[in-house]
């Protein structure tokens, strides 16, 4: 039985990893306790769960998607069978919102989950063997199932069963080992079947002669069952070898040869009959061949000029077809081009229709006439700049030479 506090490894000690091994064998009990074979493994077609399915160890295989979706199935079922309506998860679920239905009803139970979501995604290990065998125990209090101890029933041996029951082992051991030869170490230890037979009468005779009374044995059961396994090993039965044995089995084998030849005579007749009859059949039905076959000559010679001429139209269909393709290919290129004047005949005719092109020719051409006159403007700031400059260049060597012609006199009057 698992608890709820399952968790603290580290404080339970090292056998704490091994727990879950324990949980999962008491869940396999449980779930045979509510026969999930016939509720779950036959319903879903699946095999039966081994005692360490759930436990997840590094010795052991995994299928981490096999696990997860057997894990969601029995744990929807054991909800339900603990009284609460849960649907079926499929197996393209999501695998988070699944989880997490499963640990609300376990907490609806009462059951603690202190260990994330993820934990149960694997589809194996502690958590996974935790959370089924809660709800197992939910399931199995609604049915109403409750632990009590075993009551062990008190065994009484009887000294007369117990000595009839070594006598059948030792008979059915005496049995098996009178066909076997024996060895050459345990000669020593084989008692002799004459020997045996007059010991047997010698018992049987002082038996005989005994009261009764004696034949009531006081011996302890535990005392017989020691002294028979004691001496089991020597009651041996050896058969000694007869050298006639090979005459018995030449005779044999000649009696075995008549009744084989005398079957042989009967069987060869059986089989010379059955073989005129399937003769006979053969030739029948040979027979019954050439007249169906001359009876449908005519329908057959019908039925290969019906193929030749079925054969003629595929060659004139296929023909047919050829030139449709090509004439298609063309009629395609031809209606390509089409579309590509068309395109071109309206770009045209919108544009001759179109009066923007106008407008902008006489934008541009004010445009022009502006930049005409600012040009204008400009030279005739040129030219005047350079005929004043002109002009001043022309008074500066105008003054220079009336520099350069002063009279010498008035040179000298300085």
Not at 76 to 105: H, K, M
Request: with cysteine; net charge negative; glycine share 6%.
């Amino acid at each position: 039985m698992a608890d709820d506090n399952r968790r603290g490894d580290d404080e339970r000690g090292p056998g704490a990893a091994y727990q879950m091994f324990v949980v999962m064998e008491d869940l396999l009990d449980k779930l045979k306790l509510l026969d999930y074979e016939e509720e779950v493994l036959a319903k879903h077609n699946m095999k039966a769960l081994s005692r360490h399915y759930f436990a997840s160890s590094a010795y052991m295989p995994s299928n981490p998607g096999e696990q997860f979706f057997m894990f969601t199935i029995i744990a929807s079922w054991l909800i339900n069978a603990a009284g609460r309506p849960f649907e079926q998860p499929q197996e393209y679920d999501d695998p988070n919102a699944t989880v997490s239905n499963i640990l609300s009803q376990l907490r609806a139970f009462g059951g603690l989950v202190d260990f994330p979501p993820s934990k149960l995604k694997a589809g194996s290990g502690e958590h996974v063997c935790y959370v089924l065998d809660r709800l197992a125990e939910e399931a199995l209090k609604k049915r109403g199932f409750s632990w009590r101890r075993p009551n062990y029933p008190t065994e009484e041996m009887e000294e007369e069963s117990v000595m009839e029951d070594d006598a059948e082992l030792t008979l059915s051991k005496v049995e098996e080992e009178m066909t076997e030869e024996p060895d050459d170490y345990e000669e020593e230890n084989v008692m002799d079947l004459e020997a045996l037979k007059s010991r047997t009468n010698q018992s049987e005779a002082s038996l005989s002669s005994k009261p009764d009374n004696i034949l009531e044995s006081n011996m302890d059961a535990a005392e017989w069952n020691l002294e028979v396994e004691r001496v089991l090993p020597q009651l041996k039965v050896t058969i000694r070898t007869d050298h006639k044995d090979w005459r018995i089995h030449v005779d044999q084998m000649h009696q075995h040869k008549d009744g084989i030849k005398s079957s042989l005579k009967e069987a060869k007749g059986y089989l010379d009959k059955l073989q005129e009859e399937i003769g006979k059949t053969l030739e029948k039905v040979g027979s019954r061949e050439k007249y169906i076959n001359n009876q449908l000559e005519h329908l057959i010679q019908d039925y290969r000029s019906a193929q030749s001429k079925l054969s003629e139209a595929k060659e004139c269909y296929q023909q047919g077809s050829g030139g449709v393709t090509e004439r298609t290919r063309v009629l395609a290129e031809i209606t390509e081009e089409l579309e590509k004047v068309k395109q071109e005949m309206e770009e045209k005719g919108s544009s001759m229709s179109d009066g923007a092109p106008v407008v902008k020719i006489k934008q541009s051409l004010t445009k022009l006439k502006q930049e005409i006159v600012q040009m204008d403007i400009r030279i005739g700031v040129v030219e005047h700049t350079l005929l004043q400059a002109k002009l001043k260049e022309k008074s500066n060597m105008t003054r220079d030479m009336h520099a350069t012609n002063i009279p010498e006199p008035a040179i000298g009057a300085y």
